[in-house]
């Protein structure tokens, strides 16, 4: 810790440096805003300008082609590409980072033409971080998230209406043999295939320590011509699984098909999982839950299935709370998920399965009085807000769709 400690004392003062779409950006720039780099140059590191700790903002525009990055920063120092306050930056292709210590923050990733088949983001960086990036219309997967990629997180990202290939394209696909993947507070829907997929082939080795928490899922699999739905979450493969840690995550499907949470596949010898305190609704399964060794599926609440609990190993009737039949809880279930890297930002869910005229959110976690605020529709990031307001200190009520009994929106401050 002394050496870390040293060593960031030591370093040199971070550099902000700015990239433009082609023309405005060249390899001739000098990494200033009137002189930007473009960003195939900056992901290269700009003949060694780009150091451990520097930030490079993102202009607005479209920035079409395959873009690959093998940078490396330090600990406690990484280099971060970031969209500027209040653009829109735009990939449309591919972008791939390999490297250590990088993060991808804020920004647009999608494909105007996806039959190509690639991803959308392949993420395998060594302590990376992929923030509230939104990631759509990929030939392939959104987001790939394979080994190497070592203790790597993918945070508040919206992936959506991803994948060509039946059955093989989804949100997320996620291998990890060391060190920790986490996958926090995303929202993932309308996907080919799963939403979240952590899986390995027979040729893969065990996978393990894999976070997957405060994540919303919905209606994965149903843009599939092979499926009237998919599943929202599947952890689990043809190999060992084990430290493996689904919580908190909020699922849904509108209709009567598709799995909501499925833990195991194939009949292998996995370890320990952990699921508690996720909210699932619709669909034709709650939880599917496979052979584990150790199992703790506790605390979740599951009803709308033609079956609650599926293939169980375990008992749980009496560790979760089941809604059989037509029963639906009384009042909205409202889940509010602060954003923990841009202050201002959440995203909210709201079950409103008893369809109330009144669905509040209690937002003082992410708003303080007097702030405006806007409400957009995940499904449409970049639309128009569905409501604005000045935040008074009281819930403030949520523009919900008829007859939807389901909604999933971002609340931004305008002070953010």
């Not at 394979?146 to 209406?161: F, K, Q, S």
């Not at 609990?309 to 009496?318: I, W």
Request: with cysteine; hydrophobic share 40%.
């Amino acid at each position: 810790m002394l050496s870390l400690i040293l060593a960031l004392l030591q370093a040199p003062l971070p550099h902000n440096y700015f990239v433009a779409p082609v023309p405005a950006g060249t390899p001739r720039g000098t990494g200033t805003q009137a002189k930007p780099w473009d960003l195939a140059t900056a992901l290269l590191g700009a003949g060694g300008r780009i150091q451990p700790g520097d930030t490079i903002w993102l202009a607005a525009g479209r920035y079409p082609g395959v873009f690959r990055t093998q940078l490396r920063g330090a600990p406690g120092r990484p280099i971060v590409f970031r969209q500027q306050r209040g653009a829109r930056a735009t990939i449309d292709g591919t972008l791939r980072a390999d490297g250590s210590d990088l993060v991808f923050w804020g920004f647009e990733i999608t494909q105007s033409n996806p039959a190509g088949g690639s991803y959308g983001l392949e993420a395998r960086t060594n302590n990376g971080r992929f923030i509230n990036l939104i990631i759509h219309g990929a030939g392939s997967m959104g987001v790939s998230f394979w080994t190497p990629g070592e203790n790597a997180e993918l945070y508040g990202c919206i992936v959506y209406h991803n994948g060509t290939h039946e059955n093989l394209d989804h949100g997320v696909y996620v291998h990890n043999e060391r060190g920790t993947k986490r996958l926090i507070d995303n929202v993932f829907f309308d996907n080919l295939a799963y939403g979240i997929h952590a899986y390995a082939g027979p040729g893969n080795p065990p996978q393990r320590d894999i976070l997957i928490q405060g994540n919303i899922a919905f209606n994965n699999g149903t843009i599939s011509h092979r499926y009237r739905a998919k599943g929202n979450i599947l952890v689990g493969g043809d190999v060992p699984m084990s430290g493996i840690d689904v919580s908190s995550n909020l699922l849904y499907f509108s209709g009567d098909e598709g799995v909501n949470l499925r833990l195991g596949y194939a009949p292998v010898d996995n370890g320990d999982v952990i699921a508690r305190g996720n909210f699932a609704w619709g669909g034709a399964t709650g939880i599917w839950l496979g052979q584990w060794r150790r199992v703790q599926v506790d605390g979740n609440t599951v009803g709308g299935a033609r079956n609650l609990l599926a293939n169980l190993a375990t008992p749980l009737e009496r560790l979760n709370v089941l809604y059989a039949g037509s029963r639906v809880p009384a009042a909205p279930a409202v889940f509010v998920r602060p954003n923990l890297y841009e202050p201002g930002r959440a995203y909210i869910a709201a079950y409103n399965l008893s369809r109330s005229t009144n669905v509040t959110a209690d937002v003082a976690g992410v708003l303080k009085p007097g702030d405006a605020y806007e409400l957009r529709s995940v499904q449409d990031p970049f639309g128009a807000p569905l409501a604005r307001g000045s935040y008074s200190g009281s819930p403030i009520p949520l523009p919900m769709t008829e007859p939807t009994r389901f909604d999933v929106f971002l609340l931004t401050s305008a002070a953010r």
